[in-house]
């Protein structure tokens, strides 16, 4: 399965802690890359957090016993069988949506570990361009006008090229 995501790191910090930029397209699954193993201020009877947008509490992860949990019912199902947690502390989210765009949190019970800031991209229609053509009067020329239109979408920017020249 083709996984299509960009990982980056922001320029901003969050805390101490550097935010990390995600994006992937809708449908699509991703991983949040975490390694509580080798997080030296992480304790072996600590308590790792995973928490949306800082108040939704989504996994959890006993060190001392070796377990997790997930909570995916949160948020009125939002995340109902889409979170995995492997055994480093990843979690990944499957068939992506808009609404899971916002900050993942992972904290334990005295720092911000990490922070990653999911953005998930719709996937666009596809675009219907069309034309309307007229002679113009003195000459064999003709006048074009091009529209470029795509159904439910929202802030999307259109560039026009020629080859890979921008127009």
Request: glycine share 6%.
């Amino acid at each position: 399965m083709f996984i299509f995501f960009c990982l980056s790191l922001w320029s901003g910090v969050f805390g101490d802690v550097a935010v990390k930029s995600v994006s992937v397209m809708e449908g699509e699954s991703v991983t949040l890359n975490i390694d509580v193993n080798t997080v030296e201020t992480v304790e072996k009877d600590d308590q790792i957090q995973w928490r949306f947008r800082h108040n939704f509490l989504i996994a959890l992860i006993y060190r001392q016993k070796g377990k997790t949990k997930v909570y995916d019912d949160v948020l009125d199902g939002r995340f109902r069988g889409r979170l995995e947690l492997d055994q480093t502390g990843s979690l990944t989210i499957t068939d992506t949506r808009t609404t899971d765009s916002g900050l993942y949190e992972v904290k334990n019970t005295n720092n911000i570990l990490y922070t990653f800031n999911l953005t998930v991209y719709a996937r666009l229609s596809v675009p219907v361009i069309s034309r309307d053509c007229s002679s113009l009067s003195s000459s064999s020329e003709q006048s074009c006008s091009l529209l470029c239109s795509a159904v439910n979408v929202s802030a999307v920017s259109v560039s026009w090229f020629r080859g890979h020249s921008l127009l």
